[in-house]
């Protein structure tokens, strides 16, 4: 059974500071992490990916839109920030090897994985996101342990 949170955030310093203390609250555990964002075209997807990104020390932080992936790892973590936007097919997101960010301290963070459908791993959480640069509102979905132990992290 999944576990849902509904939160509300006033501006994009609010969902700056969630998505910082989402990646705080994933850093303690040793498993992959799978993430899905979804959300309309400017509904925040990408700030909150930048925000959580940045939490690790990586200050140059861009949208895969056109690459599909950005990777950014070093000694603590290795994060992977998918962009299925551009996908013609799922079966492009094997021939890069997705399968192959999936270990121990390793985060996926996937926007638009409705189109990578097949090829992505399940999520543990999934964020909806929808409202514009003034207010967003996040719904929250932990589909298994890893996201009910991060939705609870975040709900403290």
């Not at 996937?110 to 090829?119: M, N, T, V």
Request: overall charge negative; charged content about 20%.
């Amino acid at each position: 059974m999944a576990i849902i949170l509904n939160l509300v955030l006033k501006n994009e310093e609010a969902t700056q500071q969630f998505s910082e203390q989402l990646a705080q609250c994933s850093e303690g555990i040793n498993h992959a992490i799978v993430i899905y964002l979804k959300g309309d075209l400017g509904a925040g997807k990408t700030t909150l990916a930048r925000g959580f990104v940045q939490y690790f020390g990586f200050d140059r932080v861009k949208s895969p839109t056109y690459s599909l992936v950005e990777s950014y790892q070093n000694n603590i973590i290795n994060i992977h920030h998918f962009d299925c936007y551009r996908l013609s097919d799922p079966e492009e997101l094997d021939y890069i090897g997705i399968r192959d960010y999936l270990g121990p301290n390793h985060i996926q963070l996937i926007e638009w994985p409705e189109l990578g459908k097949g090829a992505i791993a399940e999520a543990d959480m999934t964020i909806a996101l929808q409202g514009d640069d003034n207010q967003r509102e996040l719904l929250i979905t932990a589909h298994t342990p890893i996201g009910k132990q991060l939705l609870q992290c975040v709900n403290s």
